[in-house]
């Protein structure tokens, strides 16, 4: 079997998340330059006028804040994203159905899994991201016949024809 990565809708997947992650990191690294852009400003018009700026000083605050969260969130989402073309460069997808059985959380039954047989297991699995849209678009999914790989640290990458990206999941321990 060959590798995931050599599937050209898999690098388009990839592609489109690698682009979501830069996204995010440049809006990020946009808000926080803002932010100090407006700190100078309303530096300067303080000390040439003695008036300060209304509402500056929160203005900045939530640009820097929120300017770092994304940028942190930008940076993580490359990280993963780098991991799982590493991983999707060794490993073949896996052809399988999956189930919706709540909000984000997922199970994946490979080929040969039989809900009958108590010795047949699928894979349990909880989506990685929280996000409104992306949950959605992986429960209008139930029942698809679905591509999914195991990346490593009990995480699996899932995605389908027209999906448009990668879905990350980790692995849900069963509890005894």
Known sequence: MQPAA???????????????????????????????????AAVAVAESSGRRVPVAGLAVVALVLLGVTGAVVGAGALL???????????????????????????????PGYDE??????????????????RTRLVQNLDGAEVRAAPVGGGQWVLSSDGLGTVVGARVVRRRI
């Open 80 to 110: 993963r994203g780098l991991r799982w073309r590493r991983a999707l460069a060794v490993t073949p997808w896996q052809i399988g159905r999956l189930r919706i059985a709540g909000p984000a959380d997922l199970l994946f039954e490979p």
């Open 116 to 133: 009958l047989d108590p010795l047949s297991e699928g894979v349990r699995l909880r989506l990685l991201s929280t996000s409104v849209w």
């Open 6 to 40: 050599q599937d050209p809708q898999t690098r388009t997947a990839l592609a489109a998340y690698q682009a979501g992650a830069l996204r995010w990191l440049g809006g990020g690294l946009i808000a926080v330059v803002l932010g100090v852009l407006l700190a100078v």
